[in-house]
C-alpha cells in the first residue's frame, strides 16, 4: 500500500464530489430533513407520563440507517461508473495498489460521512432534543461506521452491476433487508427464530444494538464495544471482498 | 500453420503467394534513419488468446523495435483491441509468450513504464483537464509541473481548468492522452486515438508522435484509417485474429502494388483469401 497514491486517490473522489455541488447537499441534507419527517410524524403520539418519546427510540436507529443507506447508492454508482468509464482498468495498469484504490475511496466517502453524521446528529440534538442516557460522540461514531459500512458494501456490490439500473436494484437486494430486520420495527429477541438468525448476520443489525446500547447507558458497555468491533470486522471482510473484485487481467 | 512475421530479409519471399502476379519481392527498407535505437521494446511469440470460446487471436509472432513507431492496423473486429490489452496486461493469453520491455506482460514493475490510452476515452468527466492529468501522474510519482507540462503537450493549456465531460470531442480524448503522457512511459500503447479527430488535429497527432518517437518514445498505434499508416515506421496488419504480415509503408506499397496504402491492404488480404481457399 502507498499512502500517496491512496490519498491521491481520495483528495481525487472528494474533487468530484466538490464539483457536483447537487449531490454533496442531498447527502448532507437529506438525512435531516428525513429526521424532521420521522419527527412531525409522532408529533401527536399521547404519552404517559414518563414514557420515552417514539421518536427517541425510532429518530436515534435512523442515525444508523440513513447514512449506511445514502453512502450505500453513492459509493456503489461512484465504483460502477470507474467500472464502465474504462478508468478503472486504466488504474489498474499504472503502479496503484488495489487498497490505495479501495482505501482511498473508503476513506473519502467516510470524511462525506462524517459530515453527514454531524448534521443529522446536531439536528436531532438540538432541533428534536432527541433524548438519550450516552453521549452523543458515540452516536456519532456509530453513524459513522454506518456510513463506512455501507461505503464498502456499496464498493463490493457495484461488481455485480453492469449498468447504474442494476446497481440501485441492489437497494431492496442488500439494504432494505437489513432495515427490516435490524431491529427498527420488532426487536430482534422477539422475531421468529430464522428471521433472528439472519439478522445475526446483517451488519446494520449491529449499528442498531448498539445506539441501543448508548441509548440506555450513559457510559460506554462492553456490549457496546462488541458492536463497534462487528461493525469494524464487516467493513474490512467488505474491502477485502471488493478488492477480489478488481482484477488486473480478465480472461 | 504459423502466421510468423518478420521483416523480409533483403531476398526475401513473400509469405504467400502473390496471384496478382506483380512486383517481385524487393530488398526490406531500412527503418528511416537517425532514430534512436535501443532494440526491441515487445517481442511476441506464438501469441493466441482466448475470448470465452472464441479465439481472438491466433498464433501470433512479431517484435516491435523500440524507438520507433508501429502501427496495428486491421478491420474493426480483427483483434487490434485485444492484441493491445495483452500486451498491457489485462487481458490473459492462453498460449505463446509475451516479452515487453524484457519482462513477461502484466509484470508489476511495468506498470509505470507503459503509457496506455484506451479507445474509449477513460478519464473523469467530472474533474477538470489538469485533476484528471494530476491523478494519474500521481499514480507514478509525478509532479505538478510534470501534469501542467502535459496537458500543454495535447495543446490544452488554455483549457486546463475546464471540466473534461464539458470538452469537445478531440479535446476529451487529448486530455486522455495527456494522462498517459504525464508519466513520460518508455513505450506508449494508444487504442485507436485519432478516431473522430478532424484532419488537422490528426496531422498534429502524428506529428507529436513522430517527435516522441525521435526522443526515444517506443509508440504502438492502432488505427483502422489506413491512411494513417504512412506516419508509421513499421506496420502490423491484423485481420481475423491473424497476423498477415509486419513492413514497413513502402514495403506495403510495393507488395500491394498500389500507391494507396488502403488499396495496397486490400490486395493484401484478397492475396491471403485466395492462398486460404
Redesign the interface.
Known amino acids: 500500500m502507498n499512502l500517496?497514491?491512496m490519498w491521491?486517490?481520495c483528495l481525487?473522489v472528494l474533487?468530484?464530489l466538490k464539483?457536483?455541488p447537487r449531490s454533496v447537499a442531498l447527502i448532507l441534507v437529506v438525512p435531516a430533513i428525513l429526521l424532521a419527517v420521522i419527527y412531525w410524524l409522532y408529533q401527536n403520539e399521547v404519552l404517559a407520563p414518563g414514557q420515552p418519546r417514539t421518536f427517541d427510540r425510532v429518530g436515534l436507529m435512523m442515525l444508523g440507517i440513513f447514512p449506511f443507506t445514502v453512502m450505500f447508492l453513492v459509493t456503489s454508482i461512484t465504483m460502477l461508473r470507474e467500472r464502465v468509464?474504462?478508468?478503472l482498468?486504466?488504474?489498474?495498469?499504472?503502479?496503484?495498489h488495489k487498497a490505495d484504490l479501495l482505501v482511498g475511496y473508503a476513506l473519502a466517502f467516510s470524511i462525506m460521512a462524517a459530515l453527514q453524521s454531524l448534521v443529522a446528529t446536531a439536528v436531532a440534538y438540538w432541533v428534536f432534543n432527541i433524548s438519550i442516557s450516552g453521549n452523543a460522540g458515540w452516536v456519532v461514531l456509530i453513524s459513522v461506521l454506518t456510513a463506512v459500512l455501507g461505503v464498502a458494501l456499496g464498493l463490493l456490490c457495484s461488481a455485480f452491476a453492469t449498468t447504474e439500473f442494476q446497481a440501485v436494484q441492489f437497494m431492496p437486494v442488500v439494504v432494505i433487508p437489513q432495515i427490516l430486520l435490524c431491529g427498527l420495527f420488532v426487536a430482534r429477541n422477539q422475531m421468529n427464530g430464522i428471521l433472528e438468525a439472519v439478522s445475526n448476520v446483517l451488519p446494520l443489525s449491529y449499528a442498531v444494538d448498539g445506539l441501543n446500547e448508548v441509548a440506555q447507558h450513559a457510559d460506554p458497555t462492553r456490549a457496546l464495544t462488541f458492536d463497534l468491533l462487528v461493525m469494524a470486522g464487516f467493513v474490512l471482510l467488505c474491502l477485502l471482498l471488493a478488492s477480489l473484485t478488481l482484477r488486473?487481467?480478465?480472461? | 500453420m504459423s502466421h510468423r512475421a518478420v521483416l523480409p530479409e533483403p531476398d526475401g519471399q513473400l509469405p504467400f503467394p502473390h496471384p496478382l502476379g506483380m512486383s517481385p519481392p524487393t530488398p526490406a527498407l531500412p527503418l528511416k534513419p537517425g532514430r534512436h535505437d535501443a532494440g526491441t521494446s515487445v517481442r511476441v511469440e506464438n501469441l493466441t488468446v482466448r475470448?470465452g470460446r472464441m479465439e481472438v487471436l491466433k498464433d501470433l509472432s512479431f517484435s516491435i523495435p523500440s524507438g520507433h513507431i508501429t502501427a496495428l492496423l486491421g478491420p474493426s473486429g480483427s483483434g487490434k483491441t485485444t492484441l493491445i490489452?495483452t500486451l498491457?496486461?489485462?487481458?490473459?493469453f492462453v498460449g505463446g509468450s509475451i516479452e515487453v520491455l524484457g519482462r513477461p506482460a502484466?509484470d508489476?514493475t511495468l506498470?509505470?513504464e507503459?503509457g496506455?490510452v484506451?479507445q474509449?476515452?477513460?478519464?473523469?468527466?467530472?474533474?477538470?483537464v489538469l485533476?484528471n492529468v494530476r491523478?494519474?501522474g500521481?499514480?507514478?510519482?509525478c509532479s505538478h509541473a510534470d501534469a501542467v507540462a502535459a496537458v500543454a503537450a495535447v495543446g490544452l493549456a488554455e483549457i486546463s481548468r475546464r471540466?473534461a465531460g464539458a470538452l469537445s470531442g478531440g479535446q476529451f480524448s487529448r486530455v486522455s492522452l495527456a494522462?498517459a503522457l504525464v508519466?513520460k512511459p518508455k513505450l506508449l500503447v494508444l487504442d485507436e486515438p485519432t478516431v473522430g479527430l478532424d484532419p488537422v488535429l490528426r496531422a498534429d497527432l502524428w506529428a507529436q508522435f513522430t517527435a516522441m518517437a525521435a526522443a526515444g518514445t517506443t509508440l504502438l498505434i492502432s488505427s483502422h484509417v489506413m491512411e494513417e499508416a504512412g506516419h508509421a515506421d513499421t506496420l502490423l496488419l491484423l485481420r481475423g485474429g491473424r497476423l498477415l504480415a509486419q513492413l514497413t509503408p513502402a514495403q506495403l506499397r510495393q507488395r500491394g502494388g498500389s500507391e494507396n496504402l488502403e488499396l495496397a491492404f486490400l490486395r493484401l488480404i484478397q492475396a491471403d483469401m485466395a492462398v486460404a481457399s
Open positions: 500517496k497514491m491521491a486517490t481525487r474533487m468530484q464539483n457536483d468509464s474504462g478508468t482498468e486504466r488504474l489498474l495498469t499504472t503502479p496503484i488486473r487481467r480478465s480472461a | 475470448r490489452r498491457v496486461g489485462v487481458q490473459k502484466g508489476a506498470r509505470g507503459i496506455y484506451t474509449a476515452v477513460s478519464v473523469y468527466k467530472d474533474l477538470s485533476e491523478y494519474f500521481a499514480m507514478s510519482g471540466k494522462c508519466s
